[in-house]
């Protein structure tokens, strides 16, 4: 995977990318990771655990991802979830009022291409 730099990558705090989830399996590249490259024109680099209102918010916009497709092993996501979402659809969701919650630790830094620090810490769960 091409990654931006030979240097491990870093979420939004400036520390080492943690791991997302594994169950299911995301990522661009499905390492578990919201790690991202030239290839991921999409920027899926914002880790969140979806929820219904987000999942039916997607469906609305034309990406349904709560329906099965076996063929491609994805057994569609269920609320409470965590998935590598594109950057500019959780942008769209947070204007629309439908922004789930998100990782900070396990977001990859290329995220703020795209979205603020402060929107990002507003919806995080792994603050203390």
Do not use: W, Y
């Given at each position: 995977m091409t990654t931006?730099?030979?240097?491990p990558?870093?979420?939004?705090?400036?520390?080492?990318l943690e791991i997302c989830s594994t169950r299911p399996l995301t990522?661009?590249?499905r390492s578990?990771?919201?790690?991202?490259?030239?290839?991921?024109?999409?920027?899926?680099?914002?880790c969140a655990r979806v929820t219904e209102e987000f999942l039916d918010f997607s469906r609305s916009r034309g990406n349904d991802l709560s329906t099965?497709?076996?063929?491609?092993?994805?057994r569609g996501l269920k609320p409470g979830d965590r998935w590598c979402l594109c950057a500019a659809r959780w942008k769209e969701a947070l204007d629309a009022g439908s922004a789930p919650r998100v990782l900070l630790r396990a977001t990859?830094?290329?995220a703020l291409e795209i979205l603020?620090?402060?929107d990002l810490k507003i919806h995080a769960i792994d603050l203390n």
């Open positions: 931006i730099s030979d240097d990558p870093k979420n939004v705090l400036g520390e080492p990522g661009f590249t578990g990771c919201c790690e991202t490259g030239a290839e991921d024109v999409g920027s899926h680099t914002v099965p497709v076996p063929e491609l092993g994805f990859h830094e290329r603020s620090i402060e």
